[in-house]
Nanobody, 125 residues
Framework: VQLQASGGGLVQTGGSLRLSCAVS????????VGWFRQGPGKEREFVAA????????QHTNSVKGRFTISRDNAKNAVYLQMNSLKPEDTAVYYC???????????????????WGQGTLVTVSS
C-alpha cells in the first residue's frame, strides 16, 4: 500500500482547502484511512478517519462542523475538505491507513501501518 497526500497550501483565516490522499495497493472492506496533522512543536494528532466500505467516519472535536472526510472508491482516493480554517489548523497533514481497525482505534496513530508523506497547510491570520 502506498499513500500520496496533496492539496496543501497557504490560505487566509476563514478560507478552505481540500486535501487528497491517493491510495495504491490492496484495499478491502476493513480498510481504514485517516488524516493526522502535526503542528509546529506539537505531537502528531488525529483529525479524521473513514472506513473504506460503508463510509463510517470519525472526526476529532476541534474540526467537527468545519472539516469533512470522504472517499471515492472508484478513484481510490480519500479527501479532507477543510472549511473555516483557523491559524491553529496550520500543520503538516498526513494520510495513513491500515486494515481491520475498529472505531475505537480510529484516533490512535499507533494503529496505522501505512503513512504517506505530509502536505503542508498554512493558515495566515
Amino acid at each position: 500500500v502506498q499513500l500520496q497526500a496533496s492539496g496543501g497550501g497557504l490560505v487566509q483565516t476563514g478560507g478552505s482547502l481540500r486535501l487528497s490522499c491517493a491510495v495504491s495497493g490492496r484495499t478491502s472492506s476493513s480498510y481504514v484511512v485517516g488524516w493526522f496533522r502535526q503542528g509546529p512543536g506539537k505531537e502528531r494528532e488525529f483529525v479524521a478517519a473513514i472506513r473504506w466500505s460503508g463510509g463510517t467516519t470519525q472526526h476529532t472535536n476541534s474540526v467537527k462542523g468545519r472539516f469533512t472526510i470522504s472517499r471515492d472508491n472508484a478513484k481510490n482516493a480519500v479527501y479532507l475538505q477543510m472549511n473555516s480554517l483557523k491559524p491553529e489548523d496550520t500543520a503538516v497533514y498526513y494520510c495513513a491507513s491500515n486494515y481491520g481497525l475498529i472505531m475505537s482505534d480510529f484516533g490512535n496513530r499507533n494503529r496505522y501501518t501505512y503513512w504517506g508523506q505530509g502536505t503542508l497547510v498554512t493558515v495566515s491570520s
